[in-house]
């Protein structure tokens, strides 16, 4: 007996100090968030802003030649701002202080403002944009922002790597007869495909995997590790699917359904993260 006690002593021990050790590392993630955010986030607004100053002409008339050189100054400053960005809402997902506003959508209604946010875009890439949403597509417990955050990244990583003239397609099906209290979404392209033994490093960060077919197009992969981040904390899921290069990607996720078992697991859930997310800054 007392060989057993001091087993359970010697495993609170371990456990008083895994604790510890975790909420070490959430203070260090904070001050990274707060340096992240003050040190490179604001100096970045201030040269994105001065940037399209000059170009609207308040600093006066501009050349042609130097209007292109700001132009480009002005795409790399938003590209470096999307980056930073999506390291902010990485280390706020993993301490705990990403927020979530959980409701009841009309996915397909939501995908109609997606619809019309990259048809422009898709226009100007010469690419078709198709959306297909199923009748009858039950309600989905989520949060609105954040699915908008989700699609805008799918569809960006589509568009990215789809030549002209291909298309891109968001089909939403009802998936409950194959994984209950889920609705299934799906992110379909026609562009360059990847490799199966790289699809598993797709959601890493910074994922080491053999370029695609366009040379042009660059990314870090964040984008696609803040989606995996995203769905987990949303109750959902994500995987991609490729046959290979030149064959075009589908990546798939799923979401809870309004009102079902999955959704109230999900309430239960983030009510225990902000507790937890609140009381390790209480620390």
Not at 20 to 36: G, N, Q, V, W, Y
Not at 42 to 48: E, M, S
Not at 101 to 108: G, R
Not at 234 to 254: H, N, P, Q, V
Request: charged fraction near 30%; include cysteine; hydrophobic fraction near 40%.
């Amino acid at each position: 007996m007392a060989k057993d006690t001091h087993y359970n002593k010697h495993d609170v021990l371990l456990l008083e100090q895994q604790i510890k050790d975790l909420r070490e590392e959430a203070k260090t993630k904070d001050e990274f968030i707060r340096i992240t955010n003050h040190e490179l986030r604001t100096p970045l607004d201030i040269i994105r802003g001065n940037l399209d100053m000059v170009l609207k002409g308040e600093a006066g008339e501009i050349s042609a030649s130097t209007r292109e050189y700001l132009v480009d100054a002005l795409f790399g400053a938003d590209r470096l701002t999307g980056l930073v960005d999506d390291m902010l809402d990485i280390a706020r997902i993993t301490t705990g202080q990403m927020r979530f506003e959980l409701t009841e959508i009309n996915i397909c209604e939501l995908l109609e403002t997606v619809e019309k946010e990259f048809s422009p875009i898709a226009k100007e890439k010469r690419l078709v944009l198709y959306k297909d949403c199923f009748k009858d597509v039950p309600l989905v417990y989520s949060d609105k922002s954040r699915l908008f955050q989700i699609f805008d990244n799918l569809i960006g990583n589509a568009f990215k790597f789809t030549p002209r003239g291909g298309s891109v397609t968001i089909r939403v099906v009802d998936d409950h007869a194959n994984v209950p209290d889920t609705i299934l979404v799906s992110v379909i392209d026609t562009g360059s495909g990847i490799k199966k033994e790289d699809i598993s490093k797709l959601f890493k960060q910074f994922p080491d995997i053999e370029k695609r077919i366009l040379p042009t197009e660059k990314g870090t992969g964040l984008g696609l590790n803040l989606v995996w981040h995203v769905l987990k904390a949303l109750g959902g899921e994500i995987w991609a699917e490729s046959d290979g290069f030149g064959k075009g990607t589908t990546f798939f996720f799923r979401l809870p359904i309004a009102g079902s078992e999955r959704g109230k697991q999900l309430y239960n859930y983030h009510a225990v993260y902000l507790k937890s997310g609140s009381d390790a800054r209480k620390e």
